[in-house]
C-alpha cells in the first residue's frame, strides 16, 4: 500500500512562516510529479504549486514570491515553505503525487489527509 501523509500545519500570525512536509510511504516504485492543494468550505480545491521529478516548479499567482516547493527524491519528500504567510492562505493543505507503485504498471495519483494551515492574528 502506498500513502502520503502531511505535516507541519498550524496556526501562524500574518507574516509568519511554516513548513510543510509530505511523505511518501509503501511499496514506491516511481514518483512523477508531486503537488500542494488547499480547500476551503467556501472554494474548490486549488493548485498552490507543483514540481516535476527532475525538478521543474510551477505556482500559482498567489503563491509567488511568497511560497517555494521543493523535493528530496532519496526520501520520496516533498517540502512546502511557506513565508510571509497572509489570513487568506488559511486553508487545508493537501500533498499529492503521481507515482507508480511496485505492484503497478501504471502511474496514478495519490493524496494525503490534508493538513490545516490557519494565518490569524
Known amino acids: 500500500q502506498v500513502q502520503l501523509a502531511e505535516s507541519g500545519g498550524g496556526l501562524v500570525q500574518p507574516g509568519g512562516s511554516l513548513r510543510l512536509s509530505c511523505a511518501a510511504s509503501g511499496r514506491i516504485f516511481r514518483i512523477n510529479a508531486m503537488n500542494w492543494y488547499r480547500q476551503t468550505p467556501e472554494k474548490q480545491r486549488e493548485l498552490v504549486a507543483g514540481i516535476t521529478s527532475s525538478g521543474t516548479t510551477n505556482y500559482a499567482d498567489s503563491a509567488k514570491g511568497r511560497f517555494t516547493i521543493s523535493r528530496d527524491n532519496a526520501k520520496n519528500t516533498l517540502l512546502l515553505q511557506m513565508n510571509n504567510l497572509k489570513p487568506e492562505d488559511t486553508a487545508v493543505y493537501y500533498c499529492?503525487?503521481?507515482?507508480?507503485?511496485?505492484?503497478?504498471?501504471?502511474?496514478?495519483?495519490?493524496w494525503g489527509q490534508g493538513t490545516q494551515v490557519t494565518v490569524s492574528s
Open positions: 499529492n503525487a503521481d507515482l507508480t507503485s511496485s505492484f503497478a504498471s501504471t502511474s496514478r495519483t495519490y
